[in-house]
C-alpha cells in the first residue's frame, strides 16, 4: 500500500467518523503497513484485522476501540496511544512499546506480550487472559528507552 493510498483511507476514515459524506470506516485488515508511520493518526473503530504493522509508529494516534485481532504489532510503537476498548486477542506485541498507552478494558486475550513495555500504561479493566507476559516490564518508571 502506498502512502498515496492510506492517505486517502485515512481521510475517508476521519469524514466516516464525523458523519460526513463519502466517508468510510477503514478497513486495512490483511493489509502490509510494516514500517508506517501512523503517529498521530485517528483510527478509531478502524478495522485492522490480520494487518502486518511490525515497526509501524503509533505514538499518539487514537486506536479506541479498534479491531486489531491477529496483528503483527511486533516492535511497534504505542507510547501514549489511545487503545481504549481496542480488541487485540491474538496479536503479537512481541517488545512492542506501550509506554503510556491507554489499554482500559482492552481485549488482549492470548496475545503475545514478551518483552513489551507497558510501564506506565492504563490497564485498568483490560482482559489479559491467557497472554504471554513473558519478561514484559509492567512498572512505572521511565521506560521510554
Aim: proline share 0%; net charge negative.
Amino acid at each position: 500500500m502506498t502512502k498515496e493510498e492510506l492517505k486517502v483511507i485515512l481521510n475517508n476514515h476521519e469524514r466516516w467518523l464525523y458523519g460526513k459524506e463519502e466517508g468510510v470506516r477503514a478497513d486495512l485488515s490483511g493489509a502490509n503497513l510494516e514500517y508506517a508511520n501512523l503517529k498521530g493518526a485517528n483510527l478509531e473503530g478502524a478495522n485492522l484485522e490480520g494487518a502486518n504493522l511490525r515497526v509501524a509508529d503509533f505514538r499518539g494516534a487514537n486506536l479506541k476501540g479498534a479491531n486489531l485481532r491477529d496483528a503483527d504489532l511486533e516492535y511497534s510503537y504505542f507510547s501514549g496511544a489511545n487503545l481504549k476498548g481496542a480488541n487485540l486477542r491474538d496479536a503479537d506485541l512481541y517488545e512492542a512499546n506501550l509506554y503510556d498507552a491507554n489499554l482500559y478494558d482492552a481485549n488482549l486475550r492470548d496475545a503475545n506480550l514478551e518483552y513489551a513495555n507497558l510501564s506506565g500504561a492504563n490497564l485498568s479493566g483490560a482482559d489479559f487472559s491467557g497472554a504471554n507476559l513473558k519478561n514484559a516490564n509492567l512498572g512505572f518508571g521511565d521506560g521510554e528507552d
